[in-house]
């Protein structure tokens, strides 16, 4: 009985975990989703469920029911984000499209800054140090 309530407070208390930890990656102006959010957000609340179907209660069932609303946010997030659609690389002799962006020492700079008549590589790395 000690487990069954375990695995139900797990599947209940993940997607709010999930939908805490996107929140918190947003505010760091990170807004890649990870791989593992959308595991983290539905799967245990599958757990809940299999909680549910071993020994029923009220207090079950409304928390649940509570574990719904980050899922239905997760949802939203993942699917309802209005995200440009993406065309694939810039190819070579091809104009760049304007950008921002912050340069080696933190200044800002763009494609203003990069249209000369010289030759120029623009090298892009992803990752934090």
Not at 68 to 78: E, F, K, T
Not at 98 to 111: E, W, Y
Request: aromatic fraction near 14%.
């Amino acid at each position: 009985m000690k487990l069954d309530r375990i695995i139900f407070a797990i599947g209940i208390l993940s997607p709010w975990l999930a939908l805490g930890y996107y929140s918190w990656r947003v505010s760091q102006h990170d807004l890649s989703t990870p791989s593992y959010l959308g595991w983290l957000a539905f799967g245990p609340p599958i757990l809940a469920l299999a909680s549910m179907a071993r020994r029923f209660s009220m207090w079950k069932f409304f928390g649940f029911g509570a574990a719904l609303i980050p899922i239905a946010v997760c949802i939203m997030l993942l699917f309802g984000m209005n995200l440009p659609e993406y065309d694939g690389p810039v190819k070579v002799g091809e104009t760049l499209p304007k950008f921002s962006s912050l340069d080696a020492d933190g200044k800002p700079f763009g494609l203003a800054q990069l249209a000369t008549n010289e030759t120029t590589l623009l090298v892009l790395f992803r990752g934090s140090w």
